[in-house]
């Protein structure tokens, strides 16, 4: 059969969207056929004719295993968001997390991976055991553009001014706070100004050679911190200040989850470095779903159990 004589893709039948969604996710027909509750020729015969229909092999082997053609990685990245909206069309409206068996999607920041996502793990075990949640790192450049192709749920993030198509719920507004190594010539517990800026500093995610929520306000007064150590990883930044002496700005919250090593110390970071704030984003056409609003709710929930060593102060601009 000539290319031109081959199936067009319009004519896929919708139940193999599902089968298309196991054997890209497995990478293996007998996996992707256990999953689904058939046979293993089965879904051998359902992988052919996908091939067929969408002129590409989707899963090609490679050492032994099998691995994605890209069309086969563009294809999984559309049918996430197909099959979500698929199942927010179906859902009934009073949602039983206890039965849900989807996957919540959540594009977020180092900080509330490590602060915030543990307690929602937690919630989730007890209240939706059979759930997934898949965490990605929130990308500056385009993460309102993944929220808006519906490739993640939700979004929290200190960005702000998202697309008219996107709502934004103020979260939290954190106060900053240092983290030193624990022979680091400063003793006190409360850094001011002048001294915060005569050391050097590791900064995490910079931008521009900045770290924009605590170098803004020292920008604003005129100065400039001395950064000596730049790095993505937050974990990497608090075990090169224990070994020197730098000094790493970082949420409160994230300080408190490593204040107990012993190689390094916690203090309160200049007045003048202010606050920074979260919010939770996700795009309006799931302002309705159920299962959508239940996990907004349980993100809220996981947020108020954290112990606040200083009050978190109310939102700087209005919530929308």
């Not at 294809?75 to 949602?95: K, P, Q, T, V, Y």
């Not at 993100?299 to 978190?312: G, H, N």
């Amino acid at each position: 059969m000539s290319r031109d004589e081959h199936p067009s893709p319009r004519q896929l039948d919708l139940n193999l969207l599902r089968p298309l969604q196991a054997l890209l996710e497995e990478r293996h027909v007998s996996r992707a056929a256990v999953r689904c509750g058939m046979s293993q020729p089965a879904m051998s015969r359902i992988l052919e004719r996908l091939r067929d229909l969408l002129h590409d092999e989707l899963i090609v082997r490679a050492s032994g295993s099998y691995v994605r053609t890209p069309r086969g990685e563009q294809l999984l990245s559309d049918l996430d968001s197909i099959l979500e909206r698929i199942d927010s069309a179906l859902e009934n409206e009073s949602f039983d997390p206890a039965r849900f068996e989807g996957t919540f999607r959540i594009a977020t920041t180092d900080y509330i991976s490590i602060v915030v996502v543990p307690l929602l793990i937690a919630d989730l075990e007890g209240l939706a055991p059979l759930a997934t949640l898949a965490v990605t790192m929130w990308d500056d450049g385009r993460g309102f553009d993944e929220l808006e192709a519906g490739r993640v749920n939700v979004a929290i993030t200190s960005a702000e001014d998202p697309p008219a198509t996107l709502r934004y719920q103020y979260l939290l507004t954190e106060h900053y706070a240092c983290a030193i190594a624990r022979d680091h010539p400063f003793d006190g517990d409360a850094m001011d100004l002048e001294t915060y800026l005569s050391y050097g500093h590791a900064v995490v995610d910079v931008r521009h050679d900045v770290q924009p929520a605590a170098d803004r306000p020292v920008v604003w007064l005129g100065s400039r911190r001395r950064v000596k150590y730049r790095t993505p990883f937050i974990g990497a930044a608090v075990f090169a200040v224990a070994r020197s002496k730098l000094i790493l700005t970082i949420p409160e919250q994230l300080a408190k989850a490593y204040s107990g090593l012993d190689s390094i110390r916690i203090v309160d970071a200049p007045a003048e470095i202010g606050t920074f704030q979260h919010a939770l984003v996700w795009h309006r056409r799931l302002d309705a779903s159920p299962s959508q609003v239940w996990l907004r709710e349980r993100i809220i929930a996981a947020v108020k159990m954290l112990e606040w060593k200083k009050p978190p102060g109310p939102p700087r601009r209005r919530a929308t």
